[in-house]
């Protein structure tokens, strides 16, 4: 007789035990998944939780998680906790080829927010906007998505005529993306295509529709040149004309310093002060004087005109400095932040004339070690005015001047400066620049190189000292000024640039420290690549900024950092000059006017960069009129799976190239080497290459030019 085997019965788990169990595996997969720098596969958390843990129990407090909304389920079966959606709000700027960033408000102070092509939502530029930032921060910063436009940021666009049908118009608008296109509904006038017209918005619509407006006014065609500054002036509502009210006040004002304007001030008439500018300055408002002691030390003094002394807080003049923000510098014109009769008239430093200071000294022993500073209200005259190239001459002693004494003592004190400033970390650029001059009719008649000789650095290297030295000045004073602050770049960022750096040749260890840059800058100073790696870590590096919250100067390698040089073309530096002298109201927004100095900076950069490209073209469109067969020298600057970018020398205008179009053969692109390789003929095309290339076309405007290279 076979035994029966005794039946075990399993005691049934109370409901309250079960719950609690599954509550402890909650908390322990959030705390696992909280604590993890990657998903998790379902393995791995079973893995990591406790050993007599049932893998049921797991999977199925996994699926309550998710369908919950706590975690997030990947499509290889990985989970990570779902992070909240932050929403913010800020104003977009639009990038030219549709995507954009947006300036967030103090709730998120971060970065800019940057926010692709197809998220933008049918936001425009300038637009205030609800964000969704994503809670997964890409190694290039926090990204989102445009959930709502809170406030439209213009009721009016600038655009240029493509096609007309029917009497209705499509417009190319540069501030709503390249692929954005707006109907004109029947203007009262005929237009035709490369007219420059300002159209009203009467209905933004949809991304999915087309935005529709009306014609308010024609600027003129794109055909003359006379019209690319105004255009652009409409375009990014640059503040051209000043208010009748702002004109009045500024006319009050004498032509020259008044007695009365003297009492108070130190008189540094008696010491010998100069300014140097470049030769198409019109406005000066930084003079210079050096003096030396028995024992070789130097007094440096860094005089700026005393702006504030003539624009008080509240005047007409100072609402419409702080409308402006600052000037905008086209090829051949200013846009001044204040009226002429200040800018080119009381408040430029010339020669000759007594001019209102404020003066910062600072004195220095012969190696150039800080020992005090002393900062006053004073009156000067100028006893020269140098352009670089002058100041350059009579260094070089190529041109006399009595002054040969006192130039060769600000070059000694600003190699010293600059020596201690490499000292700190700081990376020397010294980057030649490209200055476009026009005629009267606004076309370009060529690109002069202006380099960054010895007069250019110590310049520099003097209204940095100076800067930094108002800087710690108001600090000590327990005030709080509006910084000039630049954030230290992302270490991914920097990881770019360090593989960046390597492929155009240049060694590095493994994790490189701020020595190391800077060894690769002074080994690349005298190379062709010096500029490009320069714009390559320039790009890898945040944009500087105003605010009242001091972070440091990471370029500079400062703790405290403003801008107080600039007073007749930047507000931020008038608003220095208050604080420096108990003049700022004690209400002074500081943070808004941080916001308003670093957007309205922001707008007439890319004001500028939009004239100089199509004057660019313009002159490259001469260029091949007079030679038809002209043959421009270039520089491969990227390369990517797509094609390849690269730089006309001749005139420092950027390019590109699909893959299809570089040679009459098949080429295979290599990421390692960022090249690529044709098939049959082994041909190279890769990074810092020199190729030869050909215009084909011009697009004026899309502001785009098609190439053809030129095989050897």
Request: proline content about 5%; some cysteine; hydrophobic content about 35%.
């Amino acid at each position: 007789m076979k035994h029966q085997k005794k039946k075990t019965t399993k005691t049934k788990k109370p409901a309250f035990v079960k719950d609690r169990l599954q509550d402890e595996i909650e908390s322990a997969i959030l705390t696992l998944l909280d604590n993890a720098e990657a998903p998790l596969s379902e393995k791995i958390l079973h893995e990591k939780l406790n050993p007599k843990t049932n893998k049921k129990d797991v999977l199925k407090v996994l699926a309550k998680l998710v369908e919950e909304g706590h975690v997030e389920k990947g499509k290889k079966g990985f989970f990570r906790k779902k992070a909240e959606h932050k929403t913010i709000t800020g104003t977009l700027q639009l990038h030219p080829r549709g995507f954009g960033f947006v300036t967030a408000e103090k709730q998120y102070k971060s970065a800019d927010i940057f926010i692709p092509k197809h998220l933008i939502n049918g936001a425009v530029d300038g637009d205030l906007v609800e964000v969704d930032v994503h809670p997964i921060v890409s190694k290039k910063g926090p990204e989102g998505r445009i959930s709502k436009v809170i406030k439209r940021g213009r009721t009016h666009l600038a655009g240029t005529i493509l096609d007309g049908r029917n009497g209705r118009y499509e417009v190319f608008a540069p501030l709503m993306g390249k692929l954005k296109k707006v109907i004109l509904i029947a203007p009262e006038i005929a237009l035709k295509r490369g007219d420059r017209i300002i159209m009203k918005v009467t209905d933004w619509n949809t991304i999915e529709k087309t935005t529709e407006g009306t014609l308010k006014c024609v600027i003129g065609p794109l055909s003359d040149p006379s019209f690319d500054i105004p255009a652009a002036v409409e375009e990014f509502e640059i503040v051209s004309s000043f208010s009748d009210n702002c004109l009045k006040e500024a006319k009050k004002r004498k032509a020259s310093v008044e007695t009365k304007d003297l009492k108070e001030r130190e008189d540094l008439t008696g010491i010998t002060t100069i300014t140097i500018d470049p030769e198409t300055a019109k406005d000066y408002d930084d003079a210079i004087s050096i003096t030396r002691g028995p024992k070789g030390e130097f007094e440096l003094g860094v005089h700026i005109a005393d702006v504030a002394y003539y624009i008080k807080p509240g005047s007409f003049l100072d609402k419409e400095a702080y409308l402006r923000g600052n000037s905008t510098y086209f090829p051949g014109k200013c846009i001044p932040m204040l009226p002429e009769e200040l800018s080119n008239g009381l408040c430029s430093l010339k020669p000759d004339v007594i001019r209102l200071t404020v003066s910062v000294f600072i004195s220095m022993d012969k190696s150039g070690n800080h020992k005090k500073t002393r900062i006053s209200r004073s009156y000067i005259k100028s006893e020269k005015r140098f352009t670089y190239r002058e100041a350059k001459e009579v260094l070089d002693k190529k041109l006399k001047s009595p002054l040969l004494p006192l130039l060769e003592d600000c070059r000694e004190l600003g190699l010293l400066l600059k020596k201690k400033r490499m000292e700190r970390g700081s990376i020397d650029f010294a980057l030649s620049d490209a200055v476009l001059e026009v005629n009267d009719k606004g076309e370009p008649v060529k690109i002069r190189i202006e380099e960054y000789d010895i007069t250019h650095q110590f310049i520099e290297e003097f209204m940095l000292k100076a800067n930094e030295m108002v800087a710690i000045s108001i600090a000590n004073k327990g005030k709080t000024p509006l910084y000039r602050i630049h954030e230290e770049p992302s270490p991914e960022n920097f990881k770019e640039f360090f593989a960046y750096a390597k492929l155009l040749g240049f060694s590095l260890p493994k994790e490189p420290t701020q020595q190391d840059i800077q060894k690769l800058f002074i080994e690349a100073k005298n190379t062709p690549q010096i500029t490009r790696l320069s714009v390559a870590f320039i790009r890898s590096m945040k944009i500087a900024l105003y605010s009242p919250e001091n972070i440091g100067h990471y370029g500079l390698a400062l703790e405290h950092y403003v801008h107080f040089t600039s007073p007749i073309r930047r507000y931020s530096d008038l608003v220095i000059q208050r604080l420096l002298f108990d003049e700022e109201p004690e209400d002074e927004n500081l943070d808004e006017v941080a916001n308003i100095c670093s957007q309205r900076e922001r707008i007439s950069m890319r004001a500028e960069e939009s004239v100089t490209t199509l004057k660019k073209l313009r002159l490259l469109e001469k260029f091949q009129k007079n030679d038809p067969n002209k043959i421009f020298a270039a520089e491969i600057t990227k390369v990517k799976p797509y094609g390849i970018h690269f730089e006309l020398k001749e005139l420092m205008l950027d390019g590109s190239l699909h893959v299809s179009e570089i040679g009459n053969d098949f080429y295979h692109y290599n990421n390692l080497t960022q090249s690529f390789k044709g098939e049959r003929t082994g041909k190279i095309f890769g990074l810092g290459h020199p190729i030869s290339i050909r215009l084909v076309s011009i697009d004026f405007i899309l502001q785009e030019a098609k190439y053809a290279i030129v095989k050897k």
